[in-house]
C-alpha cells in the first residue's frame, strides 16, 4: 500500500514538474522571439509562467491549433484574452493603438509606445 502510495506521490510530481517544465520553455521561447533581457525578460517569465495555467493557455492552445502566427496570432490572442475576462492592459493597448494610427513601424514605433507609456505612468491618477 505504501509503494503504491509513494509511486502515485511521485507520479503526480514529475507530471507537474513536467507541465512546469514545458510552460518554463514556451515562456522563454517567446522571451527570446521579442528579444528580451533583463528586468524585462525576469518581469515577462514571471506573467508568463503564472498565465500558463489560466485562459492565456486556452488561448494558446486554440492558437496553436489553428496554426496561428504572427499578426493574426496576436490578434487572435488579444480577443481571445478579452472574451474569457482576462484583465488587459489599457495603457499599453492604447500606445499600441496610437502608434498603429500613425503608421508608425519599427524603431519609431517602439519609442512611441515606450514615451507613450512613461507619459501614462507619470500621469496623475
Known amino acids: 500500500m505504501k ?5 502515485g506521490l511521485i507520479l503526480s ?4 514538474t513536467g507541465q512546469a517544465l514545458a510552460a518554463n520553455a514556451a515562456c522563454d521561447a517567446q522571451a527570446a522571439e521579442k528579444k ?17 495555467g489560466g485562459a492565456g493557455s486556452s488561448c494558446e492552445a486554440t492558437a496553436a ?8 496570432k496576436t490578434s487572435f490572442l488579444k480577443k481571445c484574452n478579452a472574451d474569457a475576462g482576462a484583465p488587459a492592459d489599457t495603457g499599453a493597448a492604447a500606445c ?10 519599427g524603431a519609431a514605433k517602439n519609442s512611441h509606445v515606450k514615451k507613450c507609456m512613461a507619459d501614462a505612468a507619470s500621469a496623475p491618477k
Open 3 to 7: 509503494k503504491t502510495l509513494f509511486a
Open 13 to 16: 510530481l514529475v507530471a507537474f
Open 36 to 52: 528580451l533581457a533583463g528586468a524585462a525578460k525576469t518581469s515577462f517569465l514571471k506573467k508568463c509562467e503564472a498565465d500558463a
Open 65 to 72: 491549433e489553428k496554426k496561428l502566427a504572427g499578426a493574426a
Open 96 to 105: 499600441e493603438k496610437s502608434a498603429a494610427d500613425k503608421k508608425l513601424a
